[in-house]
């Protein structure tokens, strides 16, 4: 594919007389090139999504992705929950104490990272971990002309490549946001009951107590989200990748820094419509 | 006269203001070697992407066996592509797959063949490029560049196909490798009574494997004719290159 990005637009916005940029037209030239590049994205995302639901599917490729992103994401998630959840229940106890409402440590642990921090804990590592690689691999891929290759081999890319990593990403990403909340409660427990005192059998009645499925249901609808976004991110940066090193590092640095802006984003509006719906 | 395999009429390519073809006229007859020469950046690679339906053009038509495939999509460009080859100047081959899927990736992915029948067609096939059953289960990396260029040229004639091009197909191999796979490229097009369109710039390389030779010159074919009388063109430019001359109408590219 051949199309400027949005930042030599830009930078191919006229400059003044003296050689300094016009600044209305670097304003213009700026939202044009956002505007750009956010249609671009969005329409590689409609295509993506319409190989990755109709058949033929690569299942072999699909099966390891999932292993890919799925299993070798577990000890980053699982690190990360463990201390997103000690950390947390840490802070709430602090706070806590302060209006003598310690005994509230349990349920908003809980709350907190069935709901909220377990997806998008895991979101934002997964946008490190399988974003930038996957844009680095495709990257790679395109500047060596294997990209090229597939389609001379009546494979394409999309079908072959985008939308096998695509479904593993949404299928991954809520058994590994599951596995996070499970964890991040765990991290929570084992200080309320190692640091904090908390009585072990308490601790857990009061958690199971207050968890609801609507609380787990709504982690596990941000984490398809979230894997959407972050293979989208992943292969779109890839595909477009510029020739040499430094190409292939500018599309991981971008699927990075794109996918885990677009996951809180995508958070903050997914927990406003729940809250909105009263999921 | 027969149909062309391949025709080029008046293909124009831009990126920006950067004018790459400027014009393309190109024939290729069926079973005919052409061997298209131009400096660096004169757009060889630009023009094979656009017959290979890589690039669109910005004008002008292409025409495969006959049949308009300038904006083809779906069935249509994959009908063209089962009948046509390509190597890779980098080799491009799958880094993830063995040496045989790679070399069997159409009848695997395209014609869903068995894996078993598939593995056997890629042994026999890795043997007409002299490579033996053992490099079949090595990965890409854990081969020379000679072998991976012969890995690449077996993915190309494996499906039997009528056009086959070649994308500088000796860059970066030493001169004994470089005269080996221009035999096996010579062997191999005359053995399938295929068309082969080769870009490059090594004028051995032209001299042995081309029926015919045109030169690609500031987008435009300037010169087109049989391969035996390239010494003596009458044209200056096929001239200064053929003979390597930093004098003459084509500036150095630096």
């Known amino acids: ?279 | 006269m027969s149909t062309p395999i391949l025709r080029l009429e008046n293909v124009k390519k831009s990126f920006g203001k950067k004018h790459v073809l400027t014009g393309v006229d190109l024939e290729v007859q069926r079973g005919e070697s052409l061997v298209v020469l131009g400096g660096s950046g004169s757009g060889k690679s630009v023009m094979l992407k656009n017959a290979l339906g890589l690039m669109t053009p910005n004008d002008g038509k292409i025409l495969f066996d006959g049949e308009d495939v300038t904006k083809s999509t779906g069935k249509t460009r994959a009908k063209m592509r089962e009948r046509i080859g390509m190597l890779f100047q980098s080799g491009a081959l799958f880094d993830s797959l063995t040496v045989w899927e790679n070399v069997s990736f159409r009848l695997l992915q395209a014609d869903r063949m068995r894996r078993k029948d598939a593995k056997e067609r890629a042994i026999e096939t890795l043997k007409q490029v002299r490579l033996g059953a053992d490099v079949a289960d090595l990965y890409p990396a854990e081969i020379s560049g000679g072998m991976q260029k012969r890995v690449s040229l077996a993915r190309s004639i494996i499906s039997k196909p009528d056009l086959i091009f070649f994308d500088e197909p000796t860059t970066g191999l030493d001169p004994i490798t470089a005269d080996a796979i221009n035999d096996l490229i010579i062997e191999q097009v005359r053995s399938l009574g295929a068309a082969a369109v080769s870009i490059t710039h090594d004028m051995a390389s032209a001299r042995k494997i081309a029926d015919n030779i045109a030169m690609l010159y500031e987008g435009k074919i300037i010169w087109h004719g049989p391969a035996d009388i390239i010494d003596n063109s009458g044209n200056d430019y096929v001239d200064q290159f053929v003979h390597g001359r930093a004098d003459g109408p084509i500036q150095p590219a630096i």
């Open chain 1, 1 to 279: 594919m051949n199309y400027s990005r949005g930042s030599d637009i830009v930078s191919n916005a006229t400059t003044g007389k003296q050689g300094f940029p016009n600044p209305l037209q670097w304003i213009g030239a700026a939202s044009l090139g956002l505007f750009s590049e956010v249609g671009r994205l969005f329409i590689f995302f409609l295509k993506v999504m319409a190989t990755a639901f109709t058949p033929r599917w690569y299942l072999a490729q699909v099966w390891k992705q999932m292993v890919n992103i799925g299993f070798y994401s577990l000890p980053v998630v699982g690190l990360s929950a463990v201390f997103i959840g000690a950390a947390l229940a840490l802070n709430i106890y602090e706070g806590g104490s302060r209006y003598g409402a310690e005994q509230f440590v349990p349920s908003i642990v809980v709350l907190g990272i069935t709901r909220e921090l377990g997806a998008t804990i895991t979101g934002l590592m997964l946008a490190g971990r399988v974003s930038a690689g996957i844009s680095a691999e495709i990257g790679a891929m395109r500047v060596t002309e294997q990209i090229d290759a597939l389609e001379t081999l009546s494979a394409s890319p999309f079908r072959y490549l985008y939308a096998p990593r695509f479904l593993a990403a949404i299928i991954a990403l809520p058994l590994l946001v599951l596995v996070a909340d499970i964890i991040g409660i765990m991290g929570g427990w084992l200080v309320s009951v190692y640091a904090l005192d908390f009585d072990s059998t308490t601790y857990i009645r009061n958690t199971m107590d207050f968890l609801t499925n609507n609380d787990v249901i709504v982690g596990l609808i941000k984490a398809v989200v979230f894997g959407a976004v972050i293979a989208t991110m992943g292969c779109y940066q890839g595909d477009r990748s510029e020739a040499g090193a430094t190409g292939v590092g500018r599309a991981a640095t971008l699927a990075m820094v794109g996918a885990a802006v677009l996951v809180l984003a995508t958070n903050y509006i997914m927990s406003t419509l729940f809250v909105e719906i009263g999921l």
